[in-house]
């Protein structure tokens, strides 16, 4: 399985941008897509995820309302789009894929997650 990310890039305070992320390789079903972000000298930390169906979605407080995930169709791409970005949301950004279906206090978790992109830098200016 290789995930590919993209539409990273140098974007205002107060603008937008949208994340993809593409899964290929894959062979099963009924798994998990999240995003995360990895700031520089900073431990990697949960963005947001979603469930096969795309209907149920976690988001971290600190992006809650400004960020949307979603599933794609066919379900084996994601996206993250971000709106209203501040300086604190710099940083690159990693998709992952669960190999199945993750419980639900875990889908927080960076080990909860088989498969990883490479990851696309967002770089916020203030």
């Known amino acids: 399985v290789q995930l590919q990310a993209s539409g990273g890039g140098l974007v205002q305070a107060g603008g937008s941008l949208t994340l993809s992320c593409a899964a290929s390789?894959?062979?099963?079903?009924?798994?998990?897509m999240a995003w995360f972000r990895q700031a520089p000298g900073k431990e990697r930390e949960f963005v947001a995820a979603?469930?096969?169906?795309?209907?149920?979605?976690w988001y971290a407080d600190s992006v809650k309302g400004r960020f949307t995930i979603s599933r794609g169709n066919p379900k084996n791409t994601v996206y993250l789009q971000m709106k209203n970005l501040e300086s604190e949301d710099t940083a690159a950004y990693y998709c992952?894929?669960?190999?199945?279906?993750?419980?639900?206090?875990?889908?927080?978790?960076?080990?909860?997650?088989?498969?990883w992109g490479q990851g696309t830098l967002v770089t916020v200016s203030s």
């Open positions: 992952a894929s669960s190999h199945n279906r993750v419980i639900t206090s875990r889908l927080r978790e960076v080990d909860a997650y088989a498969y």
């Open positions: 390789g894959v062979t099963f079903r009924d798994y998990d």
């Open positions: 979603t469930r096969w169906s795309g209907d149920s979605k």
